[in-house]
């Protein structure tokens, strides 16, 4: 085992522990995170089986492999976080126009003895 491979070993269970630790996921999201590592761990102590998987499917190099792997990951990420914040944009708008609506019946609701109701300064 050379230098390298303990240090990036650790630097993958650190990476895991990190996102069990502080991020909230689903169940399956953490299964992903799981096998990746696990994946990745394996082809860091044994690098020459990235080449020989490389080979039966027909690429020239494991990193290549790797890489090609990396960037179909990378894209998927992308579109995940692209459609979470749509629809985070989309609860925003909906939350934002009950306010207004709520609002906009409070002020032309006639008055009824009750507190009265100031319109917003500033």
Not at 17 to 32: F, V
Not at 57 to 68: H, P, T
Not at 103 to 120: D, S, V
């Amino acid at each position: 085992m050379t230098l390298i491979q303990p240090l990036l070993i650790l630097l993958v269970v650190a990476a895991v522990w990190l996102y069990m630790s502080r991020l909230r996921s689903r169940l399956a999201d953490r299964g992903i995170v799981v096998v990746i590592a696990l994946a990745g761990i394996l082809l860091i102590a044994f690098p020459y089986m990235s080449t020989a998987l490389a080979h039966k499917v027909g690429v020239g190099r494991g990193v290549d492999l790797i890489i090609y792997l990396c960037l179909i990951g990378l894209a998927f990420s992308v579109l995940l976080a692209f459609s979470r914040l749509r629809l985070l944009e989309a609860h925003l708008t909906a939350a934002v126009r009950e306010l207004a609506l709520q609002e906009a019946a409070l002020r032309q609701a006639p008055h009824t003895g009750g507190p009265a109701i100031y319109p917003p300064t500033g």
